[in-house]
Every structure is written in structure tokens, then in C-alpha cells.
């Protein structure tokens, strides 16, 4: 199946720590955009980015769509425990005035201990 | 509720049989999306409707599987002659799509759980 590269695939940190994860891929997008997805439920958008070299916050998410716009990198600052979850990437190529599917990264699980 | 509905939530069935996942998705959203999350992996991409267009099949993994969706609204999944690799969680999204601009969001249901024993 299509999928982006994610990387690291688990995270085990201590509350309070900085967290980045990265996604690569070898097609470009014309958006990023970053998810989140806890225990038995679907995802849930956190950031989306839609300009090469755009950084965005969200609180303590900050997340860059890369130059070449075939990256993306996803940060949160001082952890708390329900940011557990997995997190993904996807990115998107649209055209005209339609969008087209998002690609999903394989995704990022953070467990965070008190 | 206002959100994508999908059902039956968990479906156990035997080897070779023939499995339905429904999706409604949220009213007016015209792009629906069909992915699939196997145990610990990422989500795969199946299947996306957009309006009338037709649709992008490029992800579904075999002919055993097709999907439709009628009257631009409810989307149904089929699985022909199940097989114990086709065990996941079947997650179906749906988005506003159209013009500028567009935030790309996709809203999730909570998926349909397949386990083929």
C-alpha cells in the first residue's frame, strides 16, 4: 500500500521531555498535515501546513513543512501524559479546485511516563 | 450524532466468507475516503470518492475487495471471500472538499473492526 516514511516508529519519554518526529517522502505534497490518533477511536487533525517552509504552532506543537516539500517534522514540547497516542503524518496533493487523497505515514507511537 | 458513523463496529467471520462495512459520513461532505490499519501499522489507503468523479481505486489490495458509494452519501465496503490476512481495522473518513481553501481535514469514524478467523 502507499505509505510515507515515518520515523522513530515508538517513543517512550518521561513526562516534561521534548518529543520530534519526522516523515519523508519521494513524491512532493502540496500539504502537510499531522494526526493523532487515541486508543479505538479514528484520528484527529492537529496541524496542517500548506506552504514549503511554513512552520506552525498549535500550542505546544510546532510542525514544518519541508523545503523541498517532500518532508515534514512534527515537535511537542514539555510531554504530558495524554499526548500518548500515535501520531501520523499525511500529505496531500491537490490541483485545481479538487482535492486528492491523503497519503498516511506509517506512524509514531509516544507512550509517556509521569 | 453529527460525526462519520461506521458499522457494524466489530464483525468476526469465517475464511472465505463475504464481509459489508458501512460508512455514512457526515451530511454535505462530498470526498469519502476508505483506509485500512492493520495491528500496529500505519493506515493503508483504499479507496477515495470525490463528488460524481470516479473514484480512486489505486489503493484496494485485490479484486476481492470493491467499494461503492450511493447518492454521493453512504459508502459501503465489500470483502469477497475473506482471508485471515484481511484482519483490521477498516477506518472510513469524509471531508468538505471544493475550492480554496481547503484544510484538508479529514473527519474519522471509529472504524469496523474485521477479525477473519
Known amino acids: 500500500g502507499q505509505q510515507l516514511n515515518q520515523s522513530p516508529q515508538s517513543m517512550f519519554i518521561q513526562e516534561g521531555e521534548d518529543v520530534s518526529m519526522n516523515c519523508t517522502s519521494s513524491s512532493i505534497f502540496n500539504t502537510w498535515l499531522w494526526y493523532k490518533q487515541d486508543p479505538g477511536e479514528g484520528p484527529v487533525l492537529l496541524i496542517a501546513l500548506y506552504k514549503a517552509g511554513e512552520l506552525t504552532s498549535n500550542g505546544r506543537l510546532t510542525a514544518q513543512f519541508g523545503i523541498t516539500r517532500k518532508d515534514s517534522f512534527l515537535n511537542i514540547s514539555a510531554s504530558i501524559p495524554s499526548d500518548v497516542g500515535i501520531y501520523f503524518c499525511a500529505g496531500q496533493l491537490w490541483y485545481g479546485g479538487a482535492t486528492n487523497k491523503l497519503i498516511f505515514g506509517t506512524g509514531t507511537l509516544l507512550a509517556v511516563q509521569p | 450524532g453529527a460525526g462519520v458513523s461506521q458499522s457494524p463496529s466489530n464483525k468476526v467471520t469465517e475464511k472465505g466468507k463475504d464481509v459489508e462495512l458501512r460508512c455514512d459520513p457526515i451530511?454535505?461532505?462530498?470526498?469519502l475516503y476508505w483506509y485500512r490499519q492493520s495491528l500496529g501499522q500505519g493506515l493503508e489507503f483504499l479507496i477515495y470518492?470525490?463528488?460524481?468523479?470516479?473514484?480512486?481505486k489505486s489503493g484496494l489490495p485485490s479484486d476481492r475487495f470493491s467499494a461503492e458509494r450511493t447518492g454521493g452519501s453512504v459508502s459501503t465496503l465489500t470483502i469477497q471471500r475473506t482471508q485471515q490476512e484481511d484482519s483490521a481495522v477498516y477506518l472510513c473518513?469524509?471531508?468538505?472538499?471544493?475550492?480554496?481553501?481547503?484544510?484538508?481535514?479529514?473527519?474519522f469514524g471509529e472504524g469496523s473492526r474485521l477479525t477473519v478467523l
Open positions: 470518492f470525490q463528488g460524481n468523479s470516479a473514484p480512486d
Open positions: 451530511s454535505g461532505h462530498t470526498a
Open positions: 473518513a469524509s471531508s468538505l472538499t471544493g475550492g480554496l481553501p481547503n484544510t484538508g481535514e479529514l473527519f
